[in-house]
Each structure stands twice: as structure tokens, then as C-alpha cells.
């Protein structure tokens, strides 16, 4: 495996420019590229920090919130989706699954190295899937990991992989739901505080390009707004796994509900408030 180091993430707006551009080149590869991105130095923005608490609803503290690390991989991720050897356009990528295991709490006056690779292309019943794993390390300390898989639609096999749901929990011992209103800028609010800005969650007419009636909420937004739902029940150290179902069409009115799990753990979700339909489902298990 190759290793790339980057000095700085391009700017958003490049790497989108040659998104666009990408989805027109008949991109239709068969192997991931062997090779790993690293930015060294990365220091926090205490600004940029603080605003993407508000837009998630995290409270302001001195450590992060365990999805900040996919802002700070962001970048990364898509330097690799829009490079020339990558298999597969960015545009229409759908984020299916996303799992964070944070392994202590990360201060916000840490310099921290971001890693990130492709891996595990595999086939799945819709497509073909494949994950972006993700590490962050302090002073050579692993501090936090992250599995994003990724399906590329078109192609796919009766016998491939379906869709990987979280661990279902045993029976829940009690029950809360919380009824939300999400406005219908929230994707660009969310897109201005993590540097994505896909078409799809910005406007409704641009959504339609890709087949959306409405502008979406970011899968990562929605799982960043649970987990800060939940911030004063999470321990230092835990695995969040979620399984993104439903796209959130803005704006929204959904349902909130968490179950505390028999044996420990917490299993929570997101539903449509009307259909009950869901959005989202995940499981936070907390590691010893």
C-alpha cells in the first residue's frame, strides 16, 4: 500500500468542481486504489468547532464530539473519490452505514494526524459497496476509528451483501421518543460547518438532478443530532454504529427514540413522525 501525505485538504469547492465533473467521465472500475491519505498537524479550528456544535446541537466543551472526526476526514475522503484512479464516480455515492469508535475523549487542544483508505470493495444486492476506514491518532496514539461504507449503485447481484443492519438488542428495558422539526436549511447549514456540500441536501431543485423531490438531510448530520441528543448518557469510550435507511426529505418532522438495552448499551433511531417509517437505526455499546 501506497501512502500519500497531504500539507492541506483542497478546498471543498475544487474537490466538488471535479465531483461534477467526474460523474460525466463513464467511471466504471473494478479495484479500489491501494493507498492511504494522511494529513499530519491537523489542529482544531475553535470556530469552525463551535459552529458545528450549534448546527448538531452538541453542547460547547473542550473535547469533541465523537462525529467531528468524519469533518476532519471529510476531505480526505473525497481527495480519493474524485482522483483520476478512484473506480467509481463521487456524485450519487450513497453513505449506507457508519460506524465510530471513539477509544477516549479528544481534546480540542490536540494536534492530531488523520488517516484514511479505501477498502473492502464487495458486492452488495443493489450495487457494489465498500468501506472508507478512518483513523485518528494523538502523539501515536490511536484516539478515535471509523468505518463509512460506501454503495456505488447499478450492477448488483442477487447473492451480493444486503445492506449490514447494527446489532439488533436484546428486548429494551425502557423507552423515550422525542418529536423533531427539521427546518429546510439544514442541509445547507450542515453543509457550511462540514465542508459537504452535495447538491442533494443543499435545494430542492437541485436535489431533483439526482432524483430527490426535496433537498435531503446529511445521513451524518442526523446521526451527529442523535448522539448529542444522548451526549450526557455516552461514556468516555464507545462504539456508535448506524445504518442509514430513508433519506430525510427537508424540511421534516421525525421521531426520536432511545431504548436502553438489556446487558448495557443504548439502541436508538430515527422514524418518520407520520409513516413511521425509518430513517435511521444504531446501537452505542460502550468499551471497557
Given at each position: 500500500?501506497?501512502?500519500?501525505?497531504?500539507?492541506?485538504?483542497?478546498?471543498?469547492?475544487?474537490?466538488?468542481?471535479?465531483?461534477?465533473?467526474?460523474?460525466?467521465?463513464?467511471?466504471?472500475?473494478?479495484?479500489?486504489?491501494?493507498?492511504?491519505?494522511?494529513?499530519?498537524?491537523?489542529?482544531?479550528?475553535?470556530?469552525?468547532?463551535?459552529?458545528?456544535?450549534?448546527?448538531?446541537?452538541?453542547?460547547?466543551?473542550?473535547?469533541?464530539?465523537?462525529?467531528?472526526?468524519?469533518?476532519?476526514?471529510?476531505?480526505?475522503?473525497?481527495?480519493?473519490?474524485t482522483s483520476p484512479d478512484f473506480p467509481f464516480a463521487a456524485m450519487g455515492m450513497v453513505h449506507i452505514r457508519n460506524s465510530i469508535t471513539q477509544h477516549r475523549p479528544v481534546s480540542a487542544s490536540e494536534t492530531l494526524?488523520?488517516?484514511?483508505?479505501?477498502?473492502?470493495?464487495?458486492?452488495?444486492?443493489?450495487?457494489?459497496?465498500?468501506?472508507?476506514?478512518?483513523?485518528?491518532?494523538?502523539?501515536?496514539?490511536?484516539?478515535?476509528?471509523?468505518?463509512?461504507?460506501?454503495?456505488?449503485?447499478?450492477?448488483?447481484?442477487?447473492?451480493?451483501?444486503?445492506?449490514?443492519?447494527?446489532?439488533?438488542?436484546?428486548?429494551?428495558?425502557?423507552?423515550?421518543?422525542?418529536?423533531?422539526?427539521?427546518?429546510?436549511?439544514?442541509?445547507?447549514?450542515?453543509?457550511?460547518?462540514?465542508?459537504?456540500?452535495?447538491?442533494?441536501?443543499?435545494?430542492?431543485?437541485?436535489?431533483?438532478?439526482?432524483?430527490?423531490?426535496?433537498?435531503?438531510?446529511?445521513?451524518?448530520?442526523?446521526?451527529?443530532?442523535?448522539?448529542?441528543?444522548?451526549?450526557?448518557?455516552?461514556?468516555?469510550?464507545?462504539?456508535?454504529?448506524?445504518?442509514?435507511?430513508?433519506?430525510?426529505?427537508?424540511?421534516?418532522?421525525?421521531?426520536?427514540?432511545?431504548?436502553?438495552?438489556?446487558?448495557?448499551?443504548?439502541?436508538?433511531?430515527?422514524?418518520?413522525?407520520?409513516?413511521?417509517?425509518?430513517?435511521?437505526?444504531?446501537?452505542?455499546?460502550?468499551?471497557?
Amino acid at each position: 500500500m501506497s501512502v500519500r501525505e497531504l500539507t492541506a485538504p483542497s478546498s471543498t469547492v475544487a474537490l466538488y468542481s471535479r465531483a461534477l465533473l467526474g460523474a460525466f467521465a463513464g467511471k466504471n472500475g473494478k479495484e479500489l486504489p491501494d493507498v492511504e491519505l494522511v494529513m499530519r498537524d491537523v489542529k482544531i479550528d475553535r470556530d469552525a468547532l463551535a459552529a458545528y456544535n450549534r448546527v448538531c446541537g452538541f453542547s460547547q466543551k473542550e473535547t469533541l464530539p465523537a462525529t467531528y472526526g468524519f469533518v476532519l476526514a471529510f476531505p480526505l475522503q473525497m481527495e480519493l473519490m474524485t482522483s483520476p484512479d478512484f473506480p467509481f464516480a463521487a456524485m450519487g455515492m450513497v453513505h449506507i452505514r457508519n460506524s465510530i469508535t471513539q477509544h477516549r475523549p479528544v481534546s480540542a487542544s490536540e494536534t492530531l494526524t488523520v488517516a484514511v483508505r479505501p477498502a473492502n470493495l464487495r458486492p452488495h444486492d443493489k450495487g457494489l459497496q465498500f468501506d472508507f476506514l478512518t483513523t485518528l491518532t494523538s502523539r501515536g496514539e490511536v484516539v478515535w476509528e471509523s468505518v463509512s461504507t460506501m454503495l456505488r449503485r447499478g450492477g448488483g447481484s442477487a447473492a451480493g451483501e444486503s445492506k449490514a443492519a447494527p446489532q439488533k438488542p436484546s428486548a429494551p428495558v425502557s423507552a423515550a421518543v422525542v418529536q423533531w422539526t427539521i427546518p429546510g436549511d439544514t442541509g445547507r447549514r450542515y453543509g457550511a460547518v462540514s465542508g459537504d456540500r452535495n447538491p442533494i441536501h443543499l435545494y430542492a431543485f437541485t436535489a431533483k438532478l439526482f432524483g430527490f423531490p426535496r433537498a435531503i438531510a446529511h445521513g451524518m448530520w442526523t446521526k451527529a443530532r442523535c448522539l448529542a441528543a444522548l451526549e450526557s448518557r455516552l461514556p468516555d469510550a464507545f462504539t456508535v454504529d448506524v445504518q442509514f435507511k430513508l433519506p430525510v426529505l427537508l424540511p421534516a418532522k421525525v421521531a426520536f427514540h432511545s431504548d436502553d438495552m438489556q446487558g448495557g448499551g443504548i439502541a436508538f433511531g430515527v422514524s418518520d413522525s407520520r409513516s413511521g417509517k425509518p430513517h435511521l437505526a444504531g446501537t452505542i455499546v460502550g468499551k471497557r
